[in-house]
């Protein structure tokens, strides 16, 4: 022995500083991760916890309390239905969209494979006709507040989110999810639905605003069940990413090795 690092050596020596290196990246990127959500766990953690009570929540806005969260009951304050809904489906729908299709009956292109009687293959292109639905029109009807308590707030200030609507359960004439006006005509509907929800908000200035971003938080889980989950994010946001982390590893140090030290 020498006392000089041949190739080989010198190969093993640079995997292991990219390993480490990788590794100390990943760490600092995890604890990074970890205050963000742990920030996150404490505004749910201080937060206001009330019940579903008129004169609770009534004192939280007009005392200006902070940050607080409640499941409670949210209505839209206008009706909204479009003219062919007879069925009561929900205590109220704060916005419905209805899509409307149209079939027709549509020339199509395809290309096409064979082989002669000599044994050499050949293309050659030919129509045909399909029945497709096409969507022709997008119409939404919503209520510009909801109800609260009895308190009236802008609808576009929540994080509320469109749900695929059975149409035969809305429309008597319906017999399917979709509502067939006729053989080639059809309407779609998705809505916003409202009931009991939690929501995450900011008692200030006589109302209520979103705690981050832009708007309310809104969840279909009690608000137990929304801090019981927000308290687990941090381990389970640090295995997955401590699981996306070693894959990306593993493939730069194969990476590495494939375009720099194979020989």
């Known amino acids: 022995m020498d006392g000089k690092l041949d190739i080989k050596d010198f190969k093993i020596v640079a995997m292991i500083i990219t390993l480490f290196s990788l590794v100390a ?45 409640t499941t409670t009951d949210i209505k839209s304050v206008e009706k909204v239905k479009f003219p062919e809904m007879d069925k009561d489906i929900a205590p109220s729908i704060i916005s419905i969209e209805r899509k409307e299709f149209k079939e027709t009956y549509d020339m199509k292109t395809r290309t096409v494979t064979y082989t002669d009687s000599k044994g050499k293959t050949h293309s050659k292109t030919e129509t045909y006709w399909e029945w497709v639905w096409h969507l022709v029109d997008t119409n939404v009807l919503g209520s510009t507040e909801i109800e ?7 609808t576009s200030d929540f994080a509320f989110w469109y749900q695929e609507l059975d149409a035969s359960k809305m429309i008597s004439q319906a017999n399917r999810s979709e509502y067939y006006t006729g053989p080639h005509h059809k309407f779609r509907y998705a809505a916003i639905i409202g009931g009991k929800f939690t929501i995450f908000a900011k008692a ?36 997955l990413f401590i699981i996306f982390w070693t894959i990306v590893t593993i493939l730069i140090l194969v990476l590495e090795y494939k375009y720099f030290y194979e020989v």
Do not use: C, W
Not at 148 to 154: L, S, T, V
């Open 148 to 154: 609260i308590h009895g308190n009236k707030y802008k």
């Open 204 to 239: 200030a200035g006589g109302t209520i605003k979103p705690v981050t971003g832009y708007k309310i938080d809104v969840s279909e889980q009690s608000y137990k069940d929304v801090i019981k989950g927000i308290e687990a994010s941090p381990k389970i946001k640090s295995i």
């Open 25 to 69: 990246v990943g760490f600092v990127i995890n604890s990074k991760i970890q205050e963000s959500v742990m920030d996150e766990v404490e505004l749910y953690r201080k937060a206001i916890k009330l019940e579903n009570k008129k004169d609770m929540f009534d004192y939280t806005v007009e005392t200006e309390q902070g940050n607080f969260i």
